[in-house]
């Protein structure tokens, strides 16, 4: 079996009333304040898919930048699951795995807010210590291949998860500008709703094309994952 992991929220370097900068990751609308360990751990997930052994030393690696004790990581990782700032998901084999793990969660185009841009700079130049002149590709213009251009046409025009971005574009629906829309495009039949699209969308012919695009748009940068609970 093949566990996956990765991390969902919005990242913001917020100062508080005593001049202490807070790192706070915003899921579900929901914002949550993490510890120094906490976001070491987040920011080895965000962009990045890992199984828990990949996760586990990466954990390492910053903690031994940072001076902190790198034996936390079950527990670190555990309390962030329980936050639902890292989600998971296995399967028997890595396609499966990494279908289950990004069904359900929301596409979040970085591209459509320059904040939002700002915010991975920070995070980059901040805390991974990233350098200035990797840190700045965020703000870079990308070439996209028709597939994520489809995925971030439609997911800039609403909140829609993995599983209904595949539906839409394997019934060619390209406007999703209201709920009207949305439930048209997604809920036509009577067996789909929002707890099995998910499940459905596995066997369509077209969904590993289309999984890759909006995995190749995350691991660039080019979008964050976001996720109801």
């Not at 919005?10 to 790192?23: D, F, I, M, S, T």
């Not at 980059?124 to 002149?133: G, K, T, Y």
């Not at 251009?149 to 060619?172: F, P, Y």
Request: glycine letters at 2%; charged letters at 25%.
């Amino acid at each position: 079996m093949v566990r996956l992991y990765t991390a969902v929220g919005r990242y913001e370097l917020r100062k508080e009333a005593n001049g202490v900068k807070q790192p706070i990751v915003t899921v579900n609308l929901k914002e949550a304040a993490l510890s120094m360990e906490e976001m070491l751990l987040w920011s080895c997930l965000i962009w990045n898919i890992m199984n828990k052994d990949e996760a586990k030393e990466a954990f390492r690696e910053k903690t031994l930048q940072s001076g902190i004790a790198p034996n936390r990581f079950e527990a670190v990782l555990q309390r962030l699951e329980l936050r639902h700032l890292i989600v998971s998901a296995e399967g028997e084999k890595g396609d499966i795995a990494l279908y289950k793990l990004l069904a359900n969660l929301y596409v979040v185009p970085i591209n459509s807010s320059f904040s939002v841009k700002v915010q991975a700079f920070l995070r980059l130049f901040l805390f991974e210590h990233v350098p200035f002149s990797v840190a700045k590709i965020v703000f870079r213009r990308e070439k996209y291949t028709e597939m994520e251009k489809k995925v971030l046409h439609l997911a800039s025009q609403t909140h829609l998860s993995c599983a209904e971005i595949l539906k839409c574009i394997e019934n060619d629906v390209t406007d999703v500008s209201t709920s009207e829309k949305v439930i048209e495009a997604l809920y036509d039949d009577d067996y789909s709703t929002c707890d099995n699209l998910g499940l459905f969308m596995w066997f369509y012919d077209n969904h590993r094309k289309i999984l890759e695009a909006i995995s190749t748009l995350y691991l660039n940068r080019n979008v964050i994952f976001d996720k109801w609970y």
